[in-house]
Nanobody
Framework: QVILVESGGGSAQSGGSLRLTCVAS??????????MGWFRQAPGKEREKVAT???????DYANSVKGRFTISRDSAKSTLYLQMNSLQPEDTAMYYC?????????????WGQGTQVTVSS
């Protein structure tokens, strides 16, 4: 059972920055063998993928955040990060960390509890 704990959410002004952190524990395989990702869900909207980092270290981003957000991982600390710059009000959402063994395809089976990000104009 993979346990994911997010932190770092909060409030920011439009144009500001926040960094989210996700610490993983309880995984059976090496942390390096998990696809890790950030997802978000705004009120009344579907959950959407924000960014993923696969086991080769390749990253992928939603078009809406490309050039503004950066996903990174520190395998020694079993920690995933999301650096969010140039925040906009439409980035307001609950952000979730997710993990899936080996593949980034489909819906991840492991989720954190979420951390709220609120951006005001």
């Amino acid at each position: 059972q993979v346990i994911l704990v997010e932190s770092g959410g909060g409030s920011a002004q439009s144009g500001g920055s926040l960094r989210l952190t996700c610490v993983a524990s309880g995984y059976t395989h090496s942390y390096r063998n998990y696809c890790m990702g950030w997802f978000r869900q705004a009120p009344g909207k579907e959950r959407e993928k924000v960014a993923t980092s696969n086991i080769q270290g390749t990253t992928d981003y939603a078009n809406s955040v490309k050039g503004r957000f950066t996903i990174s991982r520190d395998s020694a600390k079993s920690t995933l990060y999301l650096q969010m710059n140039s925040l906009q009000p439409e980035d307001t959402a609950m952000y979730y960390c997710a993990a899936q063994y080996f593949s980034c395809s489909g819906s991840p089976p492991y989720w954190g509890q979420g951390t709220q990000v609120t951006v005001s104009s």
